[in-house]
């Protein structure tokens, strides 16, 4: 039988439901396989550095089935979710963090829920590889981790015996994963079943809020993106920012990927498109009007990118979260 390790990290404020929904999956998949006449694929164990972890100013708490210094071998280790104060709770868990390394050195494979992917990446072990968070923390994770391949719009990503997965409880889609993974995708689609979970979701584009990456200490770059947000209406190009800001355009280009993570062309197109979105989410207004408020005037270039950015079409954006839409449907 293969050994299961659910972190508990130590820390006020930490995530009990990706703990608990990690716990919950694994123990119904090994019942199931039992049902089935196999033979229970894990031994599943919650795992800290104290005896107990409270959370939501000491509502729950958590008392783990053992310390991590117990545990010599284990064969999967699922690290959840952690609060947003991320200086402390990487230095409360250091131990951990440690811990997480030298199993994965002797063949563990790592999963990383939502912000858990920091405590993977403060032991060295995302460096040059691919890896997802929360969208709404990416900025921050990126500051902090720069040689991390980030791909934030992706709900999972699976490298190297490392998973990581998106925010909040698109957890449960990365914990479906690993149960056909390791039991299989009948297994699988049961426990998706029972729990509700829609099944191979593979984005949280549709999920993602687009704030513009300001923290960041280019005071011109700064001025280029007020501008672009507050000329939404207006196609403007590289040339006109740059010559605006009296900036050459290559070192322009170089800045604003340097300052933003984007160019300042795909900057530009996430704004716009973050606005037709709030549009559709709480107007009237048809998709031709949205795409001329917004800047376009091309019908099919519109959709194009508004698809590519949040992985579905504009009338279909507006018909999933405009109730007005809706109720015209039906």
């Not at 199931?32 to 409270?54: Q, S």
């Not at 009296?246 to 990927?257: E, K, L, P």
């Not at 340097?258 to 973050?274: D, L």
């Amino acid at each position: 039988m293969k050994h299961l390790t659910i972190l508990v990290p130590a820390g006020e404020g930490n995530n009990l439901s990706s703990i608990v929904g990690t716990y919950k999956i694994f123990t119904r998949a090994n019942q199931y396989y039992k049902e089935c006449g196999k033979k229970e694929i894990f031994r599943i164990e919650l795992a800290g550095v104290a005896k107990k972890a409270t959370y939501y100013d000491g509502l729950f708490e958590v008392k783990p089935h053992t310390d991590i210094s117990t545990i010599r071998k284990t064969d999967l280790i699922i690290i959840p979710s952690l609060n947003h104060q991320y200086d402390k709770a990487i230095n409360a868990n250091k131990k951990m963090i440690s811990w997480i390394e030298d199993q994965y050195t002797l063949g563990s494979e790592v999963a990383g829920i939502c912000t858990g992917v920091f405590l993977l990446a403060e032991a060295g072990l995302l460096d040059g590889t691919n890896c997802s968070t929360n969208w709404a923390v990416a900025d921050k994770f990126a500051e902090r981790f720069p040689d991390v391949q980030l791909q934030v719009d992706k709900i999972i990503t699976d490298e190297d015996g490392i998973y990581t997965s998106g925010g909040a409880y698109s957890f449960l889609n990365l914990i479906i994963y690993l149960v056909e993974k390791y039991y299989d995708r009948t297994t699988a689609i049961y426990c998706a079943k029972v729990f509700q979970i829609d099944i191979d979701r593979q984005s949280q584009s549709t999920f993602t809020i687009f704030k513009g990456q300001k923290s960041h200490s280019d005071e011109v770059i700064k001025k280029a993106q007020v501008y672009i947000e507050k000329n939404l209406d207006e196609k403007i190009s590289v040339e006109h920012l740059s010559a605006k800001f009296a900036v050459g355009r290559r070192n322009f280009d170089r800045r604003f990927i340097k300052a933003t993570g984007n160019t300042p062309v795909e900057y530009a197109q996430r704004v716009k498109v973050e606005a037709a979105k709030k549009a559709f989410e709480t107007t009237r207004k048809n998709i031709s009007e949205v795409m001329y408020e917004v800047g376009y005037s091309d019908a099919k270039a519109f959709r194009e990118v508004f698809r590519r950015i949040t992985g579905l079409s504009p009338l279909d954006y507006r018909n999933k979260y405009n109730k007005e839409a809706f109720r015209i449907r039906f």
